[in-house]
């Protein structure tokens, strides 16, 4: 075999890696900043033969979109590497209902993935008893009005309720912003109904959608994300290896204590808690 003259030797932990699975907020980038070196470790993992894709929560942008801010921060990337909440849910809403008709609180990524399936998007329903599903994402112009019509929609319609995340706070270039759960919740509150899918992280269902588009078992996969609730959980329930980045929202401290919980108490889920801890991607290589 003659050995790529780049190739880094990865280190024990992960030595039989063939599948990198990348969180992008906290991970990838703060907002608009790209986290140090990242670019250069990913090139160095593609160097290595080992295939990178991504799987973000937020489902705001498109995955062109994404793409083109990966090519921005130096990541060549093509749109069958990116899995969305918003690309999951509307593969998942598919298998559902072909051609439904979707009241959505969300932004543009969300819209153009279910558009792009064949659904239709309808933003004043004449008559709330067309409306299939009620889609819930991050939307950074959420209204009272919109909240109103989802909960017509499932209150008086028939609508089903499914979200693509449930994430708390979103990491920004400075500190944290709301995420896509306040949204959720807010449709909780005023129907007293859950929904009855979450499609993104921390649930497998995008896991298990690059596991089998990619035809690479588990035990070659791994994760790299920087929430436990969502990445790590997400990765552990699929079986993969999880690895915690501390350059997101999670401290060395909280997994510390996590770890120290689950010790003394069966109600910790141990399925939040990564194989591996590493300040930077730096970290993943021998040499
Ligand atoms: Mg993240």
């Known amino acids: ?21 990348f969180d992008l907020d906290g991970v ?8 140090p070196n990242v670019d250069k470790r990913i090139k160095d993992l593609k160097d290595s033969s080992i295939k990178v894709v991504y799987n973000s929560n937020n489902s705001t942008a498109t995955r062109q979109t994404y793409v083109d801010r990966l090519k921005k921060f130096n990541i060549k990337s093509q ?9 999951i849910t509307s593969v998942e809403i598919t298998k559902l209902k072909k051609k439904a008709k979707i009241f959505v609180i969300g932004e543009i990524g969300l819209r153009s993935e279910l558009e792009s399936l064949g659904h239709e998007i309808v933003d004043e329903p004449k008559n709330y008893n067309d ?34 995340n449930a994430d708390s706070t979103l990491p920004v270039a400075r500190g944290l912003k709301p995420g896509a759960g306040v949204m959720v919740n807010a449709l909780i509150t005023c129907t007293d109904k859950q929904p009855v899918r979450i499609f993104g992280k921390p649930e497998p269902y995008g896991i298990k959608m690059i ?12 994760i790299f994300g920087d929430r436990l609730n969502t990445d790590i959980l997400a990765g552990n329930r699929a079986g993969i290896t999880t690895i915690a980045v501390l350059t997101g ?29 590493i300040t930077n991607l730096n970290e993943i290589f021998k040499n």
């Open 249 to 277: 929202v999670t401290t060395m401290e909280m997994i510390e204590n996590l770890k120290f919980r689950a010790k003394k108490s069966k109600k910790v889920d141990t399925n939040l808690i990564p194989n591996l801890t």
């Open 79 to 87: 749109i069958s590497d990116l899995y969305t909440s918003a690309s």
């Open 131 to 164: 409306i299939d599903f009620v889609i819930v994402g991050l939307d950074r112009d959420f209204k009272y009005n919109k909240l109103a019509i989802a909960q017509k929609c499932i209150l008086e319609g028939k609508a089903q309720f499914y979200a693509t």
């Open 1 to 21: 075999m003659v050995l790529n003259s780049n190739m880094r030797e990865l280190i024990d932990d992960i030595k039989d890696i063939k599948l990198a699975i």
């Open 28 to 35: 990838i980038y703060r907002g608009e900043k790209l986290i």
């Open 211 to 222: 596991l089998n588009e990619t035809k690479i078992p588990e035990e070659n996969a791994c």
